[in-house]
């Protein structure tokens, strides 16, 4: 056996696995292409991570000098005015598009709260989750219904 009777094999086999690959993630993202298309979405692969956009929401919020924690509760009117707005899309069956800004919306004014409550916006959310994780409970009515809360 020389050297040329295991490379070659090797060599084809980590071509095969490439080639397949590739077809493999091509398949997917045109599978993932399609769905955001025809739901009107942003594709996943043009995402940034929510902490990423949650610092620009901040970045933006600081330039325009409302960071301050004597407007936190002008700020909480801004979110329940963002929570009846999602409610209104809904509630007149708007686009998907138009109810994913509304939802965009509430996490501004939250993240902006956050930060002028001295919060930071991620560990807010790991807090709830937290409370969450192990909750049990059982769906009424499309409900969720804590353990502690059943009749
Ligand atoms: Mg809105």
């Known amino acids: 056996m020389n050297a040329i009777t295991v490379v070659l094999p090797v060599m084809g086999v980590t071509a095969a696995i490439a080639v397949l690959t590739q077809k493999c993630r091509f398949s997917m993202d045109w599978i993932e292409r399609m769905y955001y298309l025809e739901n009107k979405l942003t594709p996943m692969?043009?995402?940034?991570s929510l902490d990423d956009y949650a610092e620009?929401?901040?970045e933006w919020a600081s330039d325009k000098g409302i960071l301050l924690p004597q407007n936190s509760k002008k700020q909480m009117l801004k979110v329940m005015e963002e929570v009846g707005e999602v409610a209104g899309a809904l509630s007149k069956k708007l686009p998907?598009?138009?109810v994913q800004s509304e939802i965009g919306d509430c996490f501004v004014t939250l993240i902006i709260l956050s930060h002028q409550l001295g919060l930071e916006p991620s560990e807010c959310l790991r807090s709830a989750y937290d409370k969450i994780k192990n909750r049990k409970g059982r769906v009424e009515n499309g409900v969720f219904i804590k353990e502690n809360d059943q009749k």
């Open 45 to 48: 692969s043009k995402l940034i």
């Open 56 to 58: 620009s929401v901040k």
């Open 96 to 98: 998907t598009q138009e």
